[in-house]
């Protein structure tokens, strides 16, 4: 009886540990390889390491993702994270508009004072950008 004492907390341990830790990481094991294994074109999924695109085509154990118009990647299944559904994209993308034209950039000069009273000038660029919503920036 002195030696079954001993061993029950033991016992307990394996199975606490058990119902804590490996049932319910094997659970997560099945899930994602149901999700991987479901997988078909047109879905659009989240990879592991963060990247967005559109599924194009299901090979055994490759999965060729569109990441952008025309720019395709093949990838392992396993690398695939999620799903997104339409409510789990990114709110709003900003859109980065990269040319500058002269006519839409205005030019002021600030003057003010460093920390140490020197005089000096800053550069206030504004810039119209997408669909005229301005955006400031200053240059020293």
């Known amino acids: 009886m ?6 029950l907390p033991l016992i307990l341990l394996v199975v606490v540990f058990y119902f804590l830790l490996i049932r319910p990481q094997r659970k997560r094991q099945q899930e994602a390889t149901a999700m991987q ?3 078909a074109p047109g879905a659009r999924v989240m990879t592991t390491t963060g990247l967005f695109a559109t599924v194009v085509a299901v090979d055994n154990e490759d999965v060729i993702l ?3 118009p025309g720019i395709e990647t093949r990838w392992v299944k396993a690398a ?3 799903v997104v ?3 789990d994209a990114p709110a709003d993308e900003p859109v980065v508009d990269d040319v500058v034209t002269d006519d839409t950039a205005a030019h002021d000069v600030v003057k003010g004072e460093d920390k ?3 005089p000096r000038e800053e550069t206030e660029t504004t810039v119209e950008r997408n669909g005229g919503k301005d955006s400031s920036t200053k240059q020293s």
């Open 66 to 68: 569109e990441v952008a």
């Open 80 to 82: 695939i994270g999620r």
């Open 37 to 39: 294994n479901s997988l």
């Open 116 to 118: 140490d009273n020197t």
């Open 2 to 7: 002195g030696q079954l004492g001993s061993i």
């Open 85 to 87: 559904t339409p409510g």
